[in-house]
């Protein structure tokens, strides 16, 4: 490499330097005048200062020019003779393809009228010639500058048009799996830049759990066991908002659930009994395996309550009366449906249920339970002293 070749060669960016903010590329203006002297000095003026300039010399070829490739900006002579630029600028304007271009006008006229009409017509700007070269230089940039502009502002507002349409998705999305109360909570989070205060309130808890799932997940296929969960769930939870109740969680194979009325919660459980056996006829039918489930009631005072870190935060229920579900239901029968005594009374001592003390994992002493089978018809008492209902 000789030296001149060496002092020609583009040298490398060195190590940390910002790179180059990309050159804009230059204006597109379109001159219509019939009079080539005007488009020669028009011309030579506005592509010394960088411009990219294309000429017209009627309105019909201005129009069919700024169709096919419409400029950035348009310098339009108002004495044409066919069609003036009058005419001209309505029929830009009128066409979505060059609605949006900035058109100045040029004119010998120079009556408040004629003004007035280049305004009306749609035009931004007007200019009285003969014209000063600087006035039109200086009117060129403020328009081109202003559209330019008009044009980020546009692209900046689809952008957040999109991101609006992908936030509502995202929210929809998002709103199937929290608890009313738990988009409450964020809602008024949001709104007040905290969570929201615990609330204690008396609720019935339900907690179903289907026995010996684990031993499935490690036998069936887990694509369609997985099919076969979703359908279950499905079912299970519809019945809690048949029955006014809202889903806390799902918790693995089993949901965690909350009742304002024991009476409500009890029907439900009743039903989700029901509804379980009409499940398990369709899976065996089917050759697939059946989802037997343990249900518990439990009523008592809860909190609802925002817990966790700042990184990541959980709307439930927590309280005695929630463990005291959870235990119960561990220790119902397949299909069985067990409650503490606190949501029979509060239920209406519902006939058909079977009471039975049971010692409770975690807590001193027995309690008394009361049993529902999942079919009346069947009758017979389930559990006893064992503590298994």
């Not at 600028?89 to 393809?97: G, H």
């Not at 988009?183 to 008024?188: D, L, N, V």
């Not at 009631?297 to 817990?307: C, D, F, K, N």
Request: glycine share 8%; net charge negative; proline share 6%.
């Amino acid at each position: 490499m000789t030296d001149t070749d060496a002092k020609r060669a583009p040298r490398a960016p060195s190590a940390g330097a910002r790179p180059e903010r990309p050159r804009e590329e230059p204006a597109n203006i379109l001159i219509v005048d019939d009079m080539p002297a005007n488009l020669s000095l028009l011309t030579s003026m506005l592509t010394a200062q960088g411009y990219e300039v294309r000429a017209a010399i009627s309105g019909a070829m201005a129009l069919m020019s700024a169709a096919a490739v419409p400029p950035d900006l348009i310098l339009l002579d108002v004495n044409m003779p066919q069609m003036d630029g009058y005419e001209v600028c309505r029929r830009l304007k009128a066409d979505p393809r060059t609605a949006d271009v900035p058109v100045i006008f040029l004119s010998a006229m120079t009556g408040i009228g004629d003004k007035v009409a280049a305004f009306e017509a749609g035009g931004v700007d007007y200019v009285t010639k003969p014209f000063e070269l600087r006035e039109v230089l200086a009117r060129v940039g403020t328009q081109l500058l202003l559209h330019r502009q008009r044009r980020e502002l546009e692209r900046q507002r689809r952008e957040l048009e999109e991101r609006y349409a992908q936030v509502r998705q995202m929210q929809a999305a998002l709103r199937g799996y929290l608890s009313d109360r738990a988009w409450e909570s964020i809602e008024e989070s949001v709104s007040s830049n905290r969570p929201s205060p615990p609330a204690r309130e008396v609720l019935t808890v339900l907690v179903s759990d289907v026995e010996e799932f684990v031993r499935l997940s490690e036998q069936e296929d887990p694509g369609p066991l997985l099919a076969d969960l979703s359908l279950y769930m499905a079912t299970v939870a519809q019945v809690v908002y048949d029955h006014q109740g809202e889903v806390d969680k799902y918790v693995g194979d089993g949901m965690l659930a909350f009742f304002r009325s024991a009476p409500d919660a009890l029907a439900a459980a009743q039903r989700i009994q029901r509804a379980i056996l009409d499940f398990n006829e369709q899976q065996r039918a089917h050759g697939r395996p059946e989802f037997p489930t343990r249900l518990g009631l439990a009523t008592g005072p809860v909190l609802l309550a925002s817990i966790g870190s700042s990184g990541r935060r959980e709307f439930t229920i927590i309280g005695d009366r929630v463990n005291t579900a959870f235990r119960i239901q561990a220790q119902a029968r397949a299909g069985g449906l067990l409650m503490d005594e606190a949501t029979f009374t509060a239920a209406g001592s519902p006939g058909g249920a079977v009471p039975a003390m049971v010692r409770i994992r975690g807590k001193q002493g027995e309690e008394r339970l009361y049993a529902m089978s999942p079919a009346p018809a069947q009758g017979g008492a389930e559990g006893g002293g064992s503590g298994e209902a």
